[in-house]
């Protein structure tokens, strides 16, 4: 399948796609008596704890920064940015086999499933993304007009997300211990990247280590705009995103190969 002809089958599938997104939003909070207010309260939770918790009872302080909130923002920017890319990855790792009835009794374009995933997590994403952004103004702490950086980072880090995404679901489909092994290096993965600790605090040693890891050039990135105020190292993110094309590309020529397998696999 050429990339034209999967646009125009996404296309021609749009009122399902979009019909999903809303309709997995909808579920995630159905029979709850807030509704919708639980994708307020959430992560506005976890920021006015990290703020409390981090500024004031432990006193932290970021390397370089005299704000008592700095250590903050750079923990919720690292967090929040995280979240975006382990919900796609690991949804996206499990999307073939949790779908498996609809992939077998209806007729659709299955490569719609990642892109669902993809906009669901978005949207998760850009709720709580809002949140911080109206903390970041209340504290005084909005970085201006290097902001407008966070759209080319934020698809950046969806393009990567996405396409390892798809990879992990075809493979999971034929070797189920991969959603499994992917559960556990997803965890050493989040601590292999300067989420909790700033980069500068290790060895040097460590550092070509850590630029081995596409997240922490991109967790870097989204630090740098919230909370530096600087553009990112669009040249440290340039093979980023030669990463995420060549994964794009292998995942959707993957699954293309896999497809009518994975059928009689599922």
């Known amino acids: 399948m050429m990339l034209p002809a999967l646009v125009r089958s996404i296309l ?11 309709r997995e939003f909808q579920a995630k909070y159905r029979n709850t008596m807030l509704g919708a207010a639980w994708t307020i309260l959430n992560p506005l939770a976890m920021i006015v704890v990290y703020t409390v918790i981090f500024s004031k009872v432990m006193n932290s302080r970021l390397p370089g920064s005299s704000s008592p909130l700095s250590y903050s923002i750079y923990l919720c920017a690292g967090v929040i940015s995280w979240g975006l890319f382990a919900e796609i990855t690991s949804r996206g790792q499990s999307m073939f086999i949790e779908n498996a009835n609809l992939i077998k009794k ?10 669902i995933i993809a906009m669901s997590a978005t949207v998760n994403f850009a709720i709580i993304f809002a949140l911080f952004v109206g ?14 950086a966070v759209v080319p980072v934020l698809l950046l880090q969806i393009a990567l997300s996405t396409g390892l ?3 992990l679901g075809v493979l999971n489909v ?4 991969v959603g499994q092994f992917f559960g556990i290096f997803v965890q050493f993965w989040f601590w292999l990247t300067p989420i909790v600790y700033p980069v500068n605090i290790l060895p040097a040693a460590v550092h070509p280590l850590i630029d081995w890891n596409p997240m922490a050039r991109i967790v870097n990135a989204w630090q740098a705009i919230l909370v530096h105020g600087q553009a990112p190292d669009w040249a440290a993110l340039a093979p980023v995103a030669v990463l995420a094309i060549l994964l794009c590309v292998f995942s ?13 696999e599922l």
């Open 106 to 115: 209806i007729s659709f374009p299955r490569i719609s499933l990642p892109l």
């Open 174 to 177: 034929f070797f189920r211990d």
């Open 12 to 22: 021609a599938y749009r009122s399902f796609v979009l019909g999903s997104v809303k």
């Open 135 to 148: 903390f970041l103004i209340v504290s005084g702490h909005f970085p201006g007009w290097v902001f407008v």
């Open 165 to 167: 995404g798809i990879i």
């Open 252 to 264: 959707l020529r993957l699954f293309r190969k896999r497809s009518a397998e994975m059928v009689d």
